[in-house]
């Protein structure tokens, strides 16, 4: 079974960096299919970047340009690199298979909270 640990979250000002981890324990962890999701308080969960099959990347539109989804498959770990921070980022970050690219999902982890605020 496949267990997910997100890290990396912090109170950051608007226009910084943060740079989220999710590292996975299993033996049938694959970094291909995975996204990051958020979920801000009173709001569903998102899906805001994923990585394909073939490795391209993909991203919701409102974080386009400011977020980098990558991975390492040697340390089973999938990063979320985000730059140009804005308050409306703030949420909880959560990774797991892209909803649109998989058959399944693995148990949620914990999540790891980003918040944006001066």
């Known amino acids: 079974q496949v267990q997910l640990v997100e890290s990396g979250g912090g109170l950051v000002q608007p226009g910084g960096s943060l740079r989220l981890s999710c590292v996975a324990s299993?033996?049938?962890?694959?970094?291909?299919?995975m996204g990051w999701y958020r979920q801000a308080p009173g709001k569903q969960r998102e899906l805001v970047a994923a990585i394909t099959s073939g490795g391209s990347t993909n991203y919701k539109d409102s974080v386009k340009g400011r977020f980098t989804i990558s991975g390492d498959n040697a340390k089973n770990t999938v990063y979320l690199q985000m730059n140009s921070l804005k308050p409306e980022d703030t949420a909880v970050y959560y990774c797991n298979k892209a909803y649109y690219l998989a058959t399944y999902y693995y148990p949620w982890g914990q999540g790891t909270q980003v918040t944006v605020s001066s």
């Open positions: 299993g033996d049938s962890f694959s970094i291909y299919r």
